[in-house]
Nanobody, 124 residues
């Protein structure tokens, strides 16, 4: 499967964006999908994940209450709705398939493959 993330852009603090992650080649499989982000000079960090079984969702504390992950099965697409954006949300955002057990949902090494990333820039 190939994953393509898009929807990023330049916005002001307080604005909203919706990122999309579309799969081509086959439908989403494995255990679920996740979003990660990487800011310049920093390590890639977990943002949100959704598990297919039960539809459970997981969020980093830094985005909880502001970001929402969701899935459109018919469109084979996973979304990340981002509200009340802050300058510290500026990063390249990546989507990836989760292949690990539940306890690894925040561990980037349990995700494969990865999309190419989309830049989100939030100005103050």
């Amino acid at each position: 499967v190939q994953l393509q993330a898009f929807g990023g852009g330049l916005v002001q603090a307080g604005d909203s964006l919706r990122l999309s992650c579309a799969a081509s080649g086959r439908a989403f499989s494995n255990n679920g999908m996740g979003w990660f982000r990487q800011a310049p000079g920093k390590e890639r960090e977990f943002v949100a994940a959704i598990r297919w079984s039960g539809g459970y969702k997981y969020y980093a504390d830094s985005v909880k209450g502001r970001f929402t992950i969701s899935r459109d099965r018919a469109k084979n697409t996973v979304y990340l709705e981002m509200n009340s954006l802050k300058p510290e949300d500026t990063a390249v955002y990546y989507c990836a398939e989760h292949r690990g057990i539940l306890s690894t949902v925040r561990d980037s090494t349990s995700y494969h493959p990865w999309g190419q990333g989309t830049q989100v820039t939030v100005s103050s």
